[in-house]
């Protein structure tokens, strides 16, 4: 069998730029809406009824990315929702794992799509709302240590000298990532009626390449060079737009890998035939597989097994559930820094109830 490098990374490329595509529809449109409803969440009252706090917490979970869980965990923080309501938020959230079940590819049809970011937002939410009453009838509060706030003068906003680093961030790299979604964006939702636009596809496929190019290049500045501010404290427009960027390129550098090592691992070393084959008889290691991966922190682990669910065939439903409640997205890193205590009980409990769910939804065979 012949294997063309080049043709088959560039393939790749095009199949994460247009999932890339929904991506930024989801994501931006989500941070517009959490930017709105930042003051009402983060008001100096508790929020809700005590008793409702899990039922808050799941539906705060269910809103795609992790910006939700962000918010619940500075709530928890200032004694704003229970412990209940907390670990609802993390057991219904997908973190940035929904925007890739959102998105639309060759790999997979929208309606499969859908059906499937419904059923584990479903499942997600009714388990969330158990167990966070559960929790709290239980009594369970863990409490944060004292620890003194670090105040920080170094703003790089107020910064006349910029780095290479903050060009391409705040600047080179912010536009262009808002420039290739909002480009992709009519061809996106012509095809959700499997529709096209005349001399447009031909324009959009190299669009669709150099989306991931550039949000590699993006990512990679960001992580490893970029000295900016926490622009979390922000509370502005182009804050929360540079922050929907950075989970954009985020989001695409993992689909890529993703399908880059799934693609190459089925089509290549193993074959399709033999890996369907292989998944359809090895579903409970698979959700064991899924739910370790799902459990890691942070948000790449529950895109990853998003973008197993879209490129392998028969990838088991109940998997993706058990990497869907295993997963606390990025909303664990805060968690980490004020409550370490809490963030590995959520973690821990969170991985046990994502194999009782995983391996119940998997005997009783749901599938999409």
């Known amino acids: 069998m012949d294997f063309n490098v ?4 560039l393939d790749t490329l095009e199949a994460a730029g247009v999932i890339g ?4 529809i989801s994501i931006i449109g989500v941070s517009l809406i959490t930017y709105a409803l930042r003051g009402k969440l983060s008001g100096d009252n508790q929020i809700g009824p005590s008793g409702s706090h899990p039922i808050i917490g799941a539906l705060l979970g269910l809103i795609p990315g992790c910006g939700a869980t962000i918010v619940v965990s ?10 209940g309501g907390l670990f609802a938020a993390f057991i219904a959230t997908l973190g940035e794992g929904s925007f890739v079940l959102l998105g639309a590819s060759d790999e997979a049809s929208v309606a499969a799509n859908l059906k499937a970011f419904f059923i584990v937002n479903l499942v997600g939410a009714i388990v969330a709302i158990i167990f966070g009453y559960l929790v709290d009838m239980i009594g369970i509060n863990i409490d ?5 706030e670090k105040i920080t003068q170094q703003d790089h906003h107020s910064s006349k000298a910029k780095t290479l680093s903050h060009v391409i961030v705040d600047y080179i790299g912010f536009y262009l990532i808002l420039t290739f979604s909002a480009f992709l964006l009519p061809g996106s939702i012509m ?8 001399g447009y596809d031909d324009l959009s496929v190299w669009v669709a390449i150099l ?4 949000s590699i290049i993006y990512y990679l500045v960001y992580k490893f060079t970029y000295k900016g501010h926490d622009c979390s404290r922000d509370n502005n427009l182009r804050a929360t737009l540079l922050h929907a960027v950075f989970d954009i390129a985020t989001v695409i550098v993992f689909v890529f890998a993703g399908l880059l090592i799934a693609n190459y691992i089925i089509d290549i070393l193993v074959g399709p035939e033999t890996f369907d084959a292989w998944m359809t008889s090895s579903a409970f290691v698979v959700i064991a597989i899924a739910a370790i991966i799902g459990a890691a922190p942070g948000c790449g682990g529950m895109i990853s097994v998003a973008v197993a669910f879209l490129a392998i065939p028969n990838f088991p439903i109940a998997a993706l559930i058990a990497a869907g409640i295993a997963t ?3 909303g664990i890193f805060p968690l980490l820094v004020s409550n370490k205590k809490a963030a590995l009980v959520i973690t821990a409990f969170g991985f046990i109830i994502a194999l009782m769910v995983g391996y119940t939804v998997l005997a009783l065979g749901i599938e999409i």
Do not use: R
């Open 328 to 330: 606390s997205g990025d």
């Open 211 to 214: 989306f991931p190019i550039f």
């Open 144 to 148: 944060a240590p004292e620890t003194p």
């Open 21 to 24: 595509g929904y991506v930024s």
């Open 6 to 9: 080049w043709s088959f990374i």
């Open 191 to 198: 095809a959700l009626w499997g529709g096209g636009l005349t």
């Open 74 to 83: 500075s709530m928890y923080k200032n004694q704003k929702i229970s412990f």
